[in-house]
């Protein structure tokens, strides 16, 4: 008979409280560098789980203002759970990652997408918005999320790890901080940040045991989580989701897997930044080693193959969007991606508008639902065409273009500051 | 019982001749001026076809040099049928178009995809592969697309228009010219260049009866047919494909709609250029107007509704790219959506490499298949990600990472020009 | 440049015309026999055409009243093009056919289904029914089907030939008549019939040159055409559609290849008999043979590979059926799936009626549109349990189950007898 | 920021351990009758968890012999967690379930699925096997489920209860009781049976205060819970998994939903009848009553909206089967969906064989895995056609059928019984 003998679960290797501020913690640091040591120790081929805090450590509260999205500390953004070494791996290998499962806390059942202010993290439109924090909780419910703040529509979660990567070589990381140096100089004083360089403020590593000078190097060369990079990282990938298989380029001995900022849904670009329904949870992994897989398949950045699970919405309201500033002073961009996705956002923004959300409401939802957003075409000199795709089962109501034209409902608004600026 | 009489075709409202160069044939322009007068009128809800040479007008051949894409006369490009006036539209309503079907002509069953070189056409990778012409010629079989060049893969064809939209009023065509011209100037001398101003050379409207006054005007001020724009135009996208609904904005009385750049499929992307599977062949179509559906909808762009019979190619390898040249110099470039994509291709050339395709092969490859692209995220900064999949199940055999790496073929290579300079 | 010379067509082998009886045609036969000589050849490799009549050779008519459904001639049915020998095939082998294309004439873009009567061919729900003849003509208007029978909606389609096979030997001929002849004696004077056994009147082969003994034969045994069977046949699978790869036994010297009954769309089940998008057109084949394939894959059935290009409509209305016959006498039957599907398709009825449909175009309308039925549980005993999923998105209303109800629409009839019986 | 104080989980209104035996525990029963106390009440809108044993109660071990499973005592099966009723909930109404989430215990990371003794429980080929026991255990991995007993093949699951449904009135239970009754009579001595009667022996509910009467009347008349009914019960439909949306007939005042039998995965069929990868594990349900929805919706048995994260495996190997018993005595049956049903698993079972797998390990896998099986057409007389479709994407190494025929590897074989009889 089924007995606990023969019922042996997936150890959880390292456990965190999404309670308690990530830096009294152990088991979570919230920044790369290669003299962090292994935290936890995994042979290949077995199944374990690691638990993650939300990405600020909790410092964002299920509650009905923005208060907190306003002055939250982004010096402590991004507490990774790990590194965990993987026995065998070595810089050069390519280290396989099967990510199982990515779920909430059973004691935590809800999310939070934010707007945040333009001057303390920005997010796509913080210019152009001149963004004041603002932001929607979500309740979770099984496969499914919805929120009291953006009434109206429910959907199922792409769920995955926002931030998941290896940690970088010394060469590596000095090649981060080189490159992004130069930018940030080009751009002095752009606000918000162009890039984000080494802090020790707010640098944490949660193990004992790290000789003083070793953890100050840590904490002053330490690269930041923001950008996802050649390891992985902060990439906000949608699709590296649970039942997706990722492989991902070693760069230093035992490969050292730290994973965090988890999502329990996210749209193509997340772009509000905070634009994810960010979540603390668990996820289960399993890995194996390919030797010299870094040479054998070209690895400059990890490649994945999709989750057969993955929420199938297949019909969509698309939007297009060209290098052009149609939503601005009408200038014309050299086939600018970027400017052709913030297009079909605005775009789409203004669409949402039209059937009762407010800006603030629309601009969360493209960020959390399960938008598409393609490179339609980008070689048509001189503009890129970026189409961004809203599926139209997530909605209660019928949103597509009529004859009559659109209903504008009224969904109230989402959690706005409690000085009540938006 | 059955007979003629109960059957009625749906009208071929413009017949061309694929074999014939374009400028020798009525009801094909192959430029955007409000001036243009209708060569065709419909009424809202008659389902109706058009005939539509290749976008070149005849200029490639079926053979296995590529001499002809190496001296392509890019003046005569995008030849476009009609314009058809759909009756009762008027500026300020939005044209819903049902795009039910495309396909290639019955006695002309291929298709061909180019890479253009550097000084005549250029494409994604112009300079960073010093482009040389080359080719493939594609079999189109019913749903499904072969190459004698691209051994080794056959994918069933998402087949669009790849240039349709509205006649621009003057006032947008003015808008056009002066933003595109700016942006010339601030780039003389680019190879290739970032974009077309007008052109009389090659300039063809063919229709009788046009006062000559008026025909130099088009020719002296009509707008490029290379970029999308406002009015839809060349967005390139692939998913504008038969079954999709579109909404375009009016902006002259009628209308006036053309459609050109017929591809049997197109990757994201479409990078090499002329990258989709250009075709001539049939249209199928069917309008309706929105009175005053611009205010209604908010267009500033089109939007639309995919297709159910798009294909579907669940399993896919997915290649990131972010916003760091790491195929060149290595710079960090500022949340450049376009830089990342690029990254992405290149990832997926150089693994498409190790499996065997010439460097020309997998750039052709990855221009014409259902090759999907997101934008990952454009907010980490300072990276955007962007990832380019690709369909597994398009191969005839395993393409996927394997322990023991990867076992490069044999596939030839694409047809290249007859100096053998590649 | 592109010329007609390099444009080689892909040839029609077997060409007809959709508006005059099959019989009086060449390269069309009605029954199965293996002395039906070849009417035309082809080596494997080769794509190809053939054209074929709608399955009744022209008896039904573009018109608004169903008497030519009543008065069918059932004898002169599945009109078939072929056979087609294929190069080299031989008994024991496996002939892969790839349906690569298949699409109505363009002279002829309409398609109908139909009710039968009860004593002239009947339906699963003959006799509940009480079937008296009507039926719904189709416009096809490219991947697109609506009727002005059965307003309200819209559906892409899943086209594919109802009836694909290669010829029997004599020995599955004999097979055939035999076991058949005893259930046909096991249910004597049943309505409408259980099976039909070879019948002379009605037969034919649109061929000449065949010796009158041989004719004679072959119009004795002839198999007649309804059943689906060993070698494929009538099996009225929607998704042996355009896209899939079929592989098929061989039993005799050619494989002898027939084709006909194609359908525009269809519903799992088929359950008016004429219940698909009955049309005449055209498929574009291509075949190879695997030698010894029918012991090397275990042949006992033809199997094959879906097309990636089927409708996809994600979002579904399901209805389940359990073999209890809750819409009858209450009986409760022994784990029988047929009834189970009986079941859920009533279920799904009455569910279109309270939206305001006929039964007569509820039936129709399941018939026709792509609906998905799935053996959900065979095991239960005593009850088998089977589910009918209805695509919302066909609809161009919600129908999905309300607070506050269903709302009953006014969609009139679809096409009746001209006595006005139903 | 985040606290316990406003992360409010969602409750688990019943708790069961899956290592005691059920009927040692409380809020579990395993008959339906309308007596049966609720033993939790719900308010419609409340998110909600139940906790429920494997359908075994235990019986059933992690091990490598199938002598649990030989021996499994069927009079106590299906321990149904429930009843659960929802305030204002009444005769006539429609109880709408939201199947939230399925997971397996985290302390119970494994399932199994069984083929059942001819003689204690049978199969769909009980017979035709002349059936002894065997199993296979599957490890869960977040979404995926694997074998040491079947190699080979790794799936997602489609996750859901087997077993949901609301309590039936006592005329309903009587009518039931009188049907299968007839059914029994009328197939007396059938091996496996047919069906079911009420059977005290082992009969439970884990409630105290049942007055004994009531416990006596409630174990004499309770139908037993096999086959799925008019108010759900055993219909074991795989898509009726976490997050699809279910309207359920309510008989009795509170509806008294009970839940069980969970399964990770289930191809469609379930043909081994413990074919499912069954499991323990929770559910997490929200419901919502619509007042007199029986008559609003013509509910004679449940409907419903499937799930947008039902695993998507678009490439398929289908096979097909006919009405006529190809793998036994070539009999000819009447448009029998059952025995076409299994003459295409048979297909797929011979198929598997060539491949390598024995057919024990071939007949679990079509149970367990997301296969699926389409109706075909069920008006061809006499033929009716059943397909059933195999995941390609499923299987680690490449199942098609090539030139050069299949390899058989070597999968080794199933649990079977410690005598080694098969």
């Not at 792409?158 to 970088?168: N, R, W």
Request: with cysteine; net charge negative; proline share 7%.
């Amino acid at each position: 008979m089924a007995t606990q003998a023969n019922s042996v679960p997936h150890p959880t290797l390292i456990s965190v409280d999404p309670f308690v501020p990530a830096d009294q913690q152990k088991g979570i640091h919230n920044r790369w560098h290669p003299d962090i040591p292994a935290f936890a120790t995994v042979k290949p081929g077995q199944t374990f789980k690691l638990e993650i805090v939300d990405w600020t450590g909790a410092q964002i509260g299920n509650n009905d203002n923005s208060d907190d999205v306003k002055n939250v500390d982004l010096t402590k953004i991004h507490n990774l759970t790990g590194p965990v070494a993987v026995d065998g791996a070595e810089p050069g290998d390519c280290l396989v990652v099967d990510i199982l499962d990515v779920r909430p806390f059973d004691k935590m059942p809800w999310g939070y997408t934010g707007i945040f202010e333009l001057e303390n993290g920005g997010g796509l439109f913080a210019r152009e918005f001149n963004s004041r924090a603002a932001k929607a909780i979500w309740d979770l419910d099984g496969v499914y999320a919805t929120s009291r703040h953006i009434p109206g529509v429910r959907f199922a979660g792409v769920s995955h790890p926002g931030l998941i990567g290896t940690a970088p070589s010394a060469e590596l990381l000095a090649t981060w901080n080189k490159r992004e140096g130069e930018l940030i100089a080009a751009h002095a004083n752009s606000i918000p940040p162009v890039a984000f360089p080494p802090e020790p403020k707010g640098a944490y590593v949660g193990q004992d045991n790290i000789p003083e000078e070793v953890r100050n190097k840590i904490y002053a060369e330490g690269a930041r989580t923001v950008p996802g990079r050649e390891h992985g990282g902060n990439c906000d990938i949608k699709n590296l989701s649970r039942g997706s298989r990722c492989y991902f380029p070693v760069f230093v001995q035992g490969a050292n897997l730290s994973v965090g900022d988890l999502h329990f849904s996210q749209g193509d670009g997340e772009i509000s930044f905070c634009g994810a329904i960010e979540m603390a949870g668990i996820v289960t992994l399993r890995t194996s080693i390919i030797k010299g897989g870094i040479e054998k398949f070209g690895l400059k950045n990890p490649i994945f193959l999709p989750s057969p699970v993955d929420p199938m919405y297949s019909a969509k309201l698309i939007f297009e969007g060209i290098s052009v500033d149609l939503h601005g002073d009408g200038k014309q961009y050299n086939m600018d991606a970027t400017v052709a996705y913030k297009q079909a956002a605005l775009n789409a923004i203004d669409y949402l508008m039209k059937i009762g959300y407010t800006r603030e409401q629309a601009y969360l939802l493209l960020s959390a639902a399960p938008v598409e957003s393609h490179v339609g075409a980008i070689v048509d000199s001189p503009n890129a065409c970026v189409t961004l795709g809203i599926p139209i089962g997530i909605f209660e109501h019928d949103i597509l273009p009529k004859e009559e034209g659109l209903v504008k409902k009224d969904f109230g608004q989402c959690a706005i500051r409690s000085d009540g600026v938006v």
